[in-house]
């Protein structure tokens, strides 16, 4: 068997500048395996200034923000994971409920100094979840349609939590994340599978 040979075709479009700046954009990307349509995904970014950030962010600096330990994580069988360094949940008193589990030393997670949760890291909590809910049936997460609503802190904890849930983009699931008595961000996800 010889490795799959991905080739990527992306698509930038709506590129806002902001003076001779760029502030924004929107892109489409497809995966194709043997030139065929193995995976698509739509996003779209803007940016601040630097200036505009430490405004936005209050003087939270990676320097100045203290993350939480980590706690132990779940079973790394339990949400498809074969390392526990690559767990990002850890158990909860409810079955559908857990705790984010963010360890900044992660290579991939936190390839340089942040002062908040990454949007990537969500993601996987979100797949992780979504494998750790159903458990006995195994679904698959095949789409995603995130929300990101504010910044998820490093020193505060955040909640990973499931719902069954029929969505507008074609999802069967509901994941949302939550610090203290707000939501950070939200993801529909599709699923096969069970």
Same mark, same amino acid.
């Given at each position: 068997m010889t490795p799959a040979e991905p080739v990527l075709h992306i698509t930038v479009t709506d590129v806002d500048q902001r003076g001779?700046?760029?502030a924004g954009f929107r892109y489409e990307a497809e995966i194709r395996l043997d030139g065929? %349509? @193995?995976a698509t995904a739509e996003m779209a970014a803007n940016w601040t200034s630097a200036a505009a950030y430490r405004r936005l962010r209050g003087g939270r600096t990676a320097a100045t923000v203290s993350p939480l %330990? @980590?706690?132990a994580g779940l079973p790394p069988a339990d949400v498809d994971r074969p390392l526990p360094a690559d767990v990002v949940l850890a158990p909860s008193e409810h079955s559908d409920r857990w705790r984010l589990r963010v360890d900044t030393a992660h290579a991939v997670f936190f390839d340089h100094p942040l002062d908040h949760v990454p949007g990537m890291l969500l993601l996987e909590a979100t797949r992780q979840a979504v494998r750790a809910r159903t458990?006995?049936?195994r679904r698959t997460p095949v789409s995603f349609h995130a929300f990101f609503h504010r910044y998820?802190?490093?020193d505060q904890p955040a909640w990973i939590?499931?719902?069954d849930k029929t969505g507008a983009h074609g999802g069967d699931m509901?994941?949302?994340g939550q610090q203290g008595e707000t939501t950070v961000f939200e993801c529909?996800?599709?699923t096969v599978g069970g």
């Open positions: 001779a700046r760029p065929e %349509p @193995a %330990p @980590a706690p458990i006995g049936d998820t802190e490093l939590e499931v719902f509901q994941v949302v529909e996800v599709g």
